[in-house]
């Protein structure tokens, strides 16, 4: 970060920030932490943060997050928040803490697999009685015993749901989405319709001809392409 100390500019780790200093942030850099803008003027790419695409315009007064990419003007800004207090690092925690939460496929998955291990070891001790009984040695009846609690021990059952919920999040979160009750995420399977309010993210704001169909036997499509340009160019109206 660019820390201003009076009339000069010195180049310190993030970690050396401290609140309420004053920090510069160069065109096309990202802003290092937190904070209020107190000089000059900027647009700030927070897709990766908010998800909208188009550059939010930042002035005098206005609050900046930590991770936005500045646009082609320079800021000087009021650090407000650095370390663990920061808008990222909370999106971090949030992702954490939706790994290690328990939803309740979990908890019947780690419920099921208690009972399975206990299943596991009566059949071995069942296994270990009965070839005992049979007059076998007790290390060829320890080897069978061991065997069979080996082979229907249900570990895989306990580890399976943690292990796709961990990578799961983690792909979510690359892609910007956050997932804050892996309850709601074992939910979304049922999810029929989704609605967006993102023009400028999943959508272009610009109007286009995508297609054409000419209904009129006696038109061809250029000859209707020349009339409804020659009527559209003089208009104002962007459709």
């Given amino acids: 970060?660019?820390?201003?100390?009076?009339?000069?500019?010195?180049?310190?780790?993030?970690?050396?920030?401290?609140?309420?200093?004053?920090?510069?942030?160069?065109?096309?850099?990202?802003?290092?932490?937190?904070?209020?803008?107190?000089?000059?003027?900027?647009?700030?790419?927070?897709?990766?943060?908010?998800?909208?695409?188009?550059?939010?315009?930042?002035?005098?007064?206005?609050?900046?997050?930590?991770?936005?990419?500045?646009?082609?003007?320079?800021?000087?800004?009021?650090?407000v928040h650095t370390g663990k207090d920061s808008y990222l690092?909370?999106?971090?925690?949030?992702?954490?803490?939706?790994?290690?939460?328990?939803?309740?496929?979990?908890?019947?998955?780690?419920?099921?697999?208690?009972?399975?291990?206990?299943?596991?070891?009566?059949v071995g001790v069942v296994t270990l009685a009965v070839w005992l009984s049979l007059g076998q040695s007790m290390n060829y009846s320890i080897e069978r015993m061991v065997t069979v609690m080996v082979i229907s021990c249900p570990h895989a059952l306990g580890l399976a749901v943690p292990l796709v919920v961990a990578i799961s999040t983690a792909l979510s979160a690359q892609h910007g989405l956050l997932i804050r009750n892996r309850t709601a995420f074992e939910n979304s399977r049922l999810i029929t319709t989704m609605v967006f309010?993102?023009?400028?993210?999943?959508?272009?704001?610009?109007f286009g001809v995508t297609r054409v169909e000419v209904l009129a036997i006696d038109l061809n499509e250029t000859k209707f392409l020349e009339y409804a340009s020659a009527l559209e160019q003089s208009s104002e109206h962007p459709i």
């Fill in 197 to 206: 309010d993102k023009t400028g993210t999943l959508t272009k704001g610009i």
């Fill in 1 to 79: 970060a660019h820390r201003v100390v009076g009339d000069r500019v010195e180049d310190v780790k993030l970690e050396e920030l401290q609140k309420d200093d004053l920090i510069l942030v160069k065109p096309g850099e990202k802003v290092p932490a937190d904070g209020i803008v107190q000089e000059g003027e900027s647009y700030l790419n927070e897709s990766m943060l908010t998800g909208e695409s188009k550059p939010v315009k930042k002035g005098k007064g206005q609050e900046v997050i930590g991770g936005a990419i500045n646009g082609n003007g320079s800021i000087k800004v009021k650090v």
């Fill in 89 to 122: 690092t909370k999106v971090i925690g949030l992702v954490q803490d939706a790994q290690k939460s328990k939803s309740k496929s979990q908890h019947l998955a780690d419920r099921a697999a208690k009972w399975l291990a206990y299943v596991a070891v009566g």
